[in-house]
């Protein structure tokens, strides 16, 4: 069995070196695996296109005959599925990007949200629980979102395109504004009660409403 991939390898590593990060594209991106995904789907997407744009121009180059007959005789499926494949990579871009969202969100969920809501409920029992909630993603997005359309490019640098585009949608609060030092945590939640933060809630409006 393992010589028959050895050999299969051989006779066409372009082929089998698609497979294999294809298959390792699925299963880190199941498993949530963020940077590594987005390495295997640049890998991806380059294979085909040096293959037969760099690779196969060398090999007319070299010996236009040659290649001229192994494209006729062996090449036209694997164009056709370089077509596909380039048609279908914007939709496998745009699931990978929902898929670091959604676990980016998820993150923020577990580490900071339901700890800081579970806080707020407990001490201030006049909110109710849809406000404590969202005061818990408004404090978060106050915190994170400091320094503007800076902070906002570190923010997508590193993936985190919910709280981006969160950012994005509140980059004319300021939290010094609103969180104001010399009053009580009581006060300073009672009025960001009041702040109207538009779209910026809208990523986590799952765990709000839930």
Request: include cysteine; charged fraction near 25%.
């Amino acid at each position: 069995m393992m010589q028959k991939l050895i050999n299969a390898f051989k006779k066409n590593p372009f082929s089998c070196s698609w497979l294999i990060f294809l298959l390792l594209l699925i299963f880190t991106s199941y498993q949530e695996i963020e940077p590594i995904s987005s390495y295997l789907y640049l890998i991806i997407l380059s294979i085909p296109y040096f293959y037969f744009y760099i690779f196969k121009p060398f090999l007319f180059i070299k010996d236009k005959r040659k290649f001229s007959i192994k494209f006729q005789a062996a090449d036209k499926w694997k164009l056709f599925i370089v077509i596909v494949f380039s048609i279908g990579m914007p939709g496998v871009g745009m699931i990978a990007y929902y898929g670091y969202e959604n676990a980016e969100i998820k993150a923020v969920n577990q580490t900071y949200f339901e700890p800081t809501y579970l806080d707020i409920s407990k001490k201030y029992k006049h909110f109710s629980k849809k406000e404590a909630k969202e005061l818990s993603v408004k404090m978060y997005l106050l915190k994170e979102c400091e320094g503007g359309q800076k902070t906002i490019a570190k923010h997508t640098a590193v993936d985190r395109n919910a709280l981006a585009t969160s950012c994005s949608a509140i980059i004319h609060l300021k939290r010094n504004e609103i969180i104001i030092d010399s009053k009580s945590k009581l006060e300073n939640l009672t009025y960001l009660n009041k702040v109207d933060f538009k779209k910026g809630l809208k990523k986590y409006s799952k765990f709000i409403n839930e």
